[in-house]
């Protein structure tokens, strides 16, 4: 993988969470990598950690050598000076996509139930824990609710993030908090379409009209969230308005902007046989759905400038940019 970035990112994969959709076992999983100038180097530390991979990273600007990562289902402080681990004692996590820090603390989408946690690192507590429970009755008599013929109640709530005036937002698949399901043949299918976010600060869900909605990331005055299931990404004001789409080669999760290099890169993953027959029709030739790649995107021409083939990951999860020291340290523990 050849990049014009100086930089470093890092790529966090895993395999697929259903057994049906997996082609690797997890001794051929390679969850998380560097990725330069010079190569692809394997982070072979992380490899016996969880038993799909590692879905989300996590760092203070105030110290830059504790790494905190996530399982999904459990999450773990890396001192990158010690290379030794602890465990973060936080009772009841499942599914967790992304964590981010805001300030001094950590938060986290807890996406198996539905809420943000928020955790202070320096005090080994849990600050607050944020359900969106109740946002169901705020959108249930509405036509947002009626999706498709089988419902269960989940929003997929899977990012935290601060929007552009400063209040929190819930990144969510169905803003409505209803899963739309359908059967085709012996595959149960989730149908997407009423993704967008919710206002926590002004209690306000904002449907967008996303399908399966990921990565929520800020530029300037802007609000760039991959659209994963309409192979999309979508740009946004501070109004929720969309300004402008780009169009990805996949299914999008996981980005980072690099102001330096003029380029946003974003993960794209492999399309699972069960979702073949609705997304293939979106997307351009001469790519193949079945492997992982990291697309790179120019943020001023907002068009493709490079696609890199990941090996030894099923899906991405996320993409950074990290610091040089964190860099060199990380590579120590290949």
């Known amino acids: 993988?050849?990049?014009?970035?100086?930089?470093?990112?890092?790529?966090?994969?895993?395999?697929?969470?259903?057994?049906?959709?997996?082609?690797?076992?997890?001794?051929?999983?390679?969850?998380?990598?560097?990725?330069?100038?010079?190569?692809?180097?394997?982070?072979?530390?992380?490899?016996?950690?969880?038993?799909?991979g590692i879905s989300s990273l996590a760092w203070s600007t105030d110290d830059e050598a504790k790494l905190i990562f996530t399982t999904g289902s459990n999450l773990y402080c890396l001192n990158l000076e010690t290379q030794s681990v602890s465990e973060l004692a936080i009772?009841?996590?499942?599914?967790?996509?992304?964590?981010?820090?805001?300030?001094?603390?950590?938060?986290?989408a807890n996406t198996g139930y539905d809420e943000i946690i928020c955790y202070s690192p320096e005090k080994h507590e849990v600050i607050s824990r944020i359900s969106?429970?109740?946002?169901?009755?705020?959108?249930?008599?509405?036509?947002?609710?009626n999706i498709e013929e089988n419902k269960k109640d989940t929003f997929h709530c899977n990012q935290f993030f601060k929007g552009l005036e400063g209040d929190d937002y819930a990144l969510v698949h169905n803003v409505s908090g209803k899963q739309g399901l359908r059967r085709i043949a012996d595959k149960i299918i989730?149908?997407?379409?009423?993704?967008g976010v919710i206002n926590l600060t002004k209690n306000e869900p904002i449907v967008l009209d996303l399908?399966?909605?990921?990565?929520?990331?800020?530029?300037n005055e802007e609000i760039w969230i991959c659209d994963s299931g309409n192979s999309m990404i979508k740009i946004y004001n501070n109004l929720w308005k969309?300004?402008?789409?780009?169009?990805?080669?996949?299914?999008?999760?996981?980005?980072?902007?690099?102001?330096?290099?003029?380029?946003?890169?974003v993960g794209i993953s492999a399309l699972r046989k069960r979702y073949l027959s609705q997304i293939i029709s979106q997307i351009d030739g001469n790519v193949n759905l079945s492997k992982?790649?990291?697309?790179?995107?120019?943020?001023?021409?907002?068009?493709?400038?490079?696609?890199?083939?990941?090996?030894?990951?099923?899906?991405?999860?996320?993409?950074?940019?990290?610091?040089?020291?964190?860099?060199?340290?990380?590579?120590?523990?290949?």
């Not at 994969?13 to 330069?36: F, T």
């Not at 399908?211 to 530029?219: F, M």
């Not at 990941?310 to 523990?333: A, D, G």
Request: aromatic share 8%; hydrophobic share 35%; with cysteine.
């Open 242 to 265: 969309k300004t402008e789409e780009i169009r990805t080669r996949g299914w999008g999760r996981g980005a980072v902007f690099d102001l330096e290099s003029d380029t946003y890169f």
């Open 91 to 108: 009772p009841d996590l499942r599914d967790i996509h992304e964590i981010v820090y805001v300030k001094s603390n950590l938060y986290i």
């Open 132 to 145: 969106l429970s109740k946002f169901r009755a705020l959108t249930s008599n509405n036509n947002i609710n």
């Open 1 to 52: 993988m050849v990049m014009k970035s100086n930089k470093s990112i890092v790529i966090l994969g895993s395999l697929n969470a259903k057994e049906e959709d997996r082609n690797l076992c997890k001794e051929d999983l390679r969850s998380v990598q560097l990725i330069s100038r010079d190569g692809n180097c394997q982070v072979n530390f992380f490899n016996d950690f969880g038993s799909l």
């Open 211 to 219: 399908k399966g909605p990921h990565t929520a990331r800020i530029l």
């Open 190 to 195: 989730k149908m997407q379409g009423n993704g």
């Open 292 to 334: 992982n790649y990291v697309q790179e995107i120019s943020i001023s021409k907002r068009v493709e400038t490079h696609l890199h083939e990941i090996e030894s990951i099923e899906q991405i999860n996320n993409v950074y940019l990290l610091s040089e020291y964190q860099v060199e340290r990380l590579k120590i523990l290949a």
